[in-house]
């Protein structure tokens, strides 16, 4: 997998890549398809029954959870619609946006962005460029504590070094980079 | 001094209308949406089931035939971005045996007496009593109604 493009979601504040496995799609455009695909979400949590039926989520049904993955993209689309349409002046993306895990990595940190308030699962993750600058690089409905032990939360982790290599490999002073 | 290097090669990006153009539309028809959506999953949940216990229709092909239409278009109604028409809703639900929408019965308009043990009463004029009043509590001095309003329609 490998990064083809990358696309203005935000102009100067956030981006996407498009990878060449997503038929030119950015990933940010592809995800919230995915989160709005009632047929796509069944499939999802049937194969992923297991992790649904932890404990955490309290016996949430396949029906009850396809609804709930549309409801908080739906709230998460609206805010992210409101910054893209200037409607929010006053605030920016840095406020939405957490780090991924306590690991700070310098210039560049890995992010997750998240509908707060609530037991949230859907996740879009990106690599900060700079205090509101962002480029997604993926997302997930996040079932699992960890994103190591399942593969469709490992790809995620996967296309987030992709994209930080990306951004470095075209940068001659990566070093100068480590160095701030 | 390398940030500047990424920004200046993120400006050159082109932007995402696609994202944008289907996040309005989305914005816009969401009342609609709502409705597709929910009747999209309700009917995948019988679908599921009708599989487990191996009855017709279990698939969206053999909902197709049912229907007397493309697998194509069974499958764009699954997705739950398809604006229903109401026939094609209640031919849905005839094959699957389930109610897909349902409108709540109609309201009354009238003056409502209520008379209590205590020996008193009070009159309540309201525009509308039906029988999406929730909840109501008495006390001796005053009377709470709550009640929603009106709802057209709603998914089953």
């Not at chain 1, 989520?57 to 709930?68: C, L, R, S, V, Y």
């Not at chain 1, 949230?120 to 690089?137: K, Q």
Request: charged residues 35%; aromatic residues 10%.
């Amino acid at each position: 997998m490998k990064i083809v493009d990358i696309f203005a979601v935000i102009d100067n504040t956030l981006y996407s890549v498009v990878f060449d496995v997503t038929q030119e799609r950015s990933e940010f455009s592809r995800l919230f398809d995915f989160w709005n695909d009632a047929e796509q979400l069944r499939n999802f949590f049937e194969k992923n029954k297991e992790d649904l039926n932890d404990t955490y989520w309290e016996g949430i049904t396949i029906e009850e959870a396809i609804n709930k993955t549309r409801e908080e993209a739906k709230d998460l689309e609206r805010l992210l619609l409101s910054y893209a349409k200037g409607e929010n002046p006053k605030e920016n993306l840095s406020m939405l946006f957490k780090p991924l895990s306590n690991k700070v990595e310098k210039k560049y940190e890995k992010d997750k962005a998240k509908v707060s308030g609530k037991k949230t699962w859907l996740r879009l993750y990106a690599v900060r460029i700079d205090v509101n600058l962002f480029v997604v690089c993926g997302g997930a409905i996040k079932l699992r504590k960890t994103m190591n032990d399942r593969d469709y939360l490992k790809i995620e982790l996967e296309k987030l070094d992709i994209t930080q290599k990306y951004l470095r490999e075209n940068d001659a002073d990566e070093l100068d980079f480590v160095e701030l | 001094m390398s940030i500047n290097k990424i920004k200046q090669k993120l400006e050159k990006a082109t932007l995402d209308k696609e994202w944008l153009e289907k996040a309005e539309w989305r914005k816009v028809n969401q009342d609609w949406l709502d409705i597709s959506f929910k009747i999209a999953v309700k009917i995948g949940e019988v679908l599921a089931e009708n599989k487990k216990t191996n009855k017709f229709p279990k698939n969206q092909a053999e909902l197709a035939e049912a229907m007397n239409c493309s697998p194509q278009y069974i499958s764009k109604l699954l997705k739950g971005e398809e604006n229903l028409q109401i026939e094609t809703i209640v031919r849905l639900g005839k094959i699957l045996k389930v109610t897909l929408i349902q409108v709540p019965p109609a309201e009354i308009k009238r003056d409502v007496s209520f008379v209590f043990s205590q020996g008193w009463h009070k009159i309540i004029k309201t525009q509308k009593i039906s029988s999406q009043i929730k909840n109501y509590e008495t006390r001796r001095s005053e009377m709470v109604l709550d009640f929603e309003g009106s709802t057209l329609l709603s998914v089953a």
